[in-house]
Structures are given as structure tokens and as C-alpha cells.
């Protein structure tokens, strides 16, 4: 075992990245820079010793409630960027102080079998993300247990008005996720918040046994956004919400700016899910963005509290043989 230090005094001040934008803030547990080959593999465990910087996190948010997550300052456990044919497999990584492995730049990655865990229990581990993919491609995340208390796959990118003219910042593109289990997770799979452009991902034959969400889009409106080529299929489990889409306007900024940044989702495809949920579809409609090709295919759902679907809100919306709560749409 690999453990962090709780004395954030003892982790250095370096230029990396966090929350979509390119600044100095701590490093993390382990780090790799321009590391091509990167490989970490066994039977070990990371273990960010993060109970102390929960609380401190928690008690701040009594007398600030408006403190961002980087005010509370906290480590990550992995942090690898700028390198090709990357591979992490075997190990557990547990208990971070702030998102649990972080990968910004990254191309021929592999995530397999791992244990990845914070608590949401007694003492919540805030924004613990399992797996935060920041402008990377052709990545392979496989045979993984993911339970945090934050998002488990998140695929972010950069934020702000002109974020997609910012070469530090990019999409995240060829990304499979598949044969994975969920424990407890604000969502399986999210696009946002710091995002913005996603293409062609899969995320496939995996359990949910606890989730908030399947799948959730952030859609950011002082962000220009485009999540495009998303496949949701054969997943089975619980989530309390099988798609979110709403407004996300946590600390927004439009710098200065007037009006807000247009978003766009296009061509979603979920199919064969076999899903309890308490609201299948917790989808607004907003001017902030358009939704726009998605399909529904061979969905058997049951729904404990909210059972519609409103077809209305997609632009070109294909259901076929979607049965919830034994009535097919």
C-alpha cells in the first residue's frame, strides 16, 4: 500500500489541470508527465488517506456554502498526462481526497480491473470521481468496480465562453467502457461539467447497483458543448434517474461575455437496458441547447415514481419496444 499524507503541506504546488482549466494546485498522490509507457499494474492499493480532508471540506461548506471544490484544498490519488499507451490495472484505488484518477491528454489508455472506492458513509467523500477522462482518446475502461461519491466516468475538457478555442483544452473521442460494475455513484456515466465535446463513446455490458443516474448530461450555458455518437447498452441494475439532462449553472461564469453559449447532444442510443429507476426520464427543456436524434431501443423499465417520457423535447425521437412499468410507449 501506497498512502497519502493528510497534511496537505506535504503535497507540492505545480502546474496541471483541474476542473477544465490549465493552473497551479496541488499535485497528486502519484503523478506522470510526458511518460509514454506508463504503466502501473499488481495487486497493490493507492490509498489517499482522505478522511481528514472530507471533514475539513464539510466544514468549510457550513460557513461558505458558496466555496468551490478547489477552495477546500485537496490532493488527487493518480494524476497521468501527456502520454501514450498508458495502462493501469489490477490495483485498488481508495479513499481520495478529491477526484480519484485523473487523465488530461492521454491516448492509448487502458483502465483495467480496478478497484476504485471512496465512502458516501459516515463522512462523504466529496467529488471523489472514480475516472475523469480531460481531453483524451481511444480509451479502453474495463472489468472495474466504481463506487464514489461523485460521478464514477466523467469526461470533461475545458469550460468557459471560448473554451473550444483554447489549445489546452479537447474532446474526448473512441472511448469504450464496458463489463464494469457500479456501486453507489452520482452517475455512471457523465458528460460535463467542465466539457466540451464528446464523440463516439460506448459504454456497454455493465451492472448499476446503485447509481443516481445511468447516464447525465451537464449541459453548461456558458460553455459551447457537443456530445455526439453516445451508445448506452445491456445494462442492468437500479439508477434513480436512467437519463438526466438539465441545465448545469454550478459557478457559472460567462467572463464578461452577454447571452449564453448554445449546447448540443445528437445521435444518443440507449438499448437493451433492463432498468428499476425512480424517474426514467429527467429531461428539461431549455433554449440553452438542442437534443436532437436520440433512439430508445428495447428498454424493459420499471419506474417507482415518474414513468414519462416526453418525446416532444427531442428533435427526431425513435422509441422502439420500450416497455416501462409492463406498458409499452
Not at 65 to 85: A, F, G, H, I, Q
Not at 144 to 166: E, F, H, Q, W
Not at 168 to 182: A, P, Q
Request: aromatic share 10%.
Amino acid at each position: 500500500m501506497l498512502k497519502g499524507s493528510d497534511d496537505i503541506s506535504n503535497f507540492e504546488i505545480v502546474m496541471t489541470r483541474m476542473e477544465g482549466q490549465t493552473l497551479k494546485y496541488f499535485a497528486a498522490l502519484v503523478n506522470a508527465d510526458k511518460v509514454d509507457g506508463f504503466t502501473i499494474s499488481g495487486k497493490g492499493t493507492l490509498n489517499g488517506n482522505g478522511l481528514r480532508y472530507w471533514k475539513s471540506f464539510w466544514l468549510r461548506r457550513q460557513f461558505n456554502p458558496r466555496c468551490t471544490n478547489m477552495d477546500e484544498m485537496r490532493p488527487r490519488v493518480l494524476y497521468v498526462s501527456n502520454s501514450k499507451n498508458v495502462q493501469v490495472s489490477g490495483i485498488r484505488l481508495i479513499n481520495s481526497p478529491f477526484w480519484t484518477s485523473h487523465y488530461y491528454k492521454c491516448e492509448n489508455l487502458k483502465l483495467l480491473n480496478l478497484y476504485i472506492y471512496a465512502p458516501f458513509a459516515p463522512v462523504k467523500a466529496p467529488s471523489s470521481d472514480a475516472v475523469d477522462l480531460d481531453a483524451c482518446k481511444n480509451v479502453l475502461i474495463k472489468n472495474c468496480y466504481m463506487s464514489v461519491n461523485d460521478d464514477a466516468v466523467a469526461l470533461k475538457g475545458g469550460k468557459g465562453p471560448n473554451a473550444d478555442k483554447d489549445s489546452v483544452n479537447g474532446g474526448n473521442y473512441n472511448i469504450i467502457i464496458e463489463d464494469n460494475t457500479y456501486g453507489f455513484c452520482h452517475s455512471a456515466l457523465t458528460c460535463g461539467s467542465e466539457s466540451i465535446h464528446n464523440r463516439n463513446i460506448i459504454f456497454r455490458r455493465s451492472k448499476v447497483e446503485d447509481a443516481k443516474r445511468l447516464l447525465h448530461l451537464k449541459m453548461r450555458p456558458d460553455t459551447p458543448q457537443l456530445y455526439e455518437y453516445i451508445l448506452i447498452e445491456d445494462i442492468t441494475g437500479y439508477a434513480t434517474n436512467m437519463l438526466d439532462i438539465n441545465p448545469w449553472t454550478q459557478f457559472f461564469d460567462l467572463k464578461g461575455e452577454s447571452g449564453i453559449k448554445m449546447s448540443y447532444a445528437s445521435n444518443i442510443t440507449m438499448r437493451n437496458l433492463t432498468l428499476n429507476c425512480d424517474i426514467v426520464f429527467n429531461v428539461k427543456k431549455s433554449d440553452q441547447y438542442k437534443l436532437s436524434a436520440f433512439t430508445f431501443d428495447n428498454l424493459i423499465i420499471k419506474a417507482i415514481k415518474d414513468s414519462t417520457v416526453h418525446k416532444d423535447y427531442i428533435e427526431n425521437f425513435v422509441l422502439n419496444n420500450v416497455v416501462i412499468n409492463d406498458k409499452k410507449l
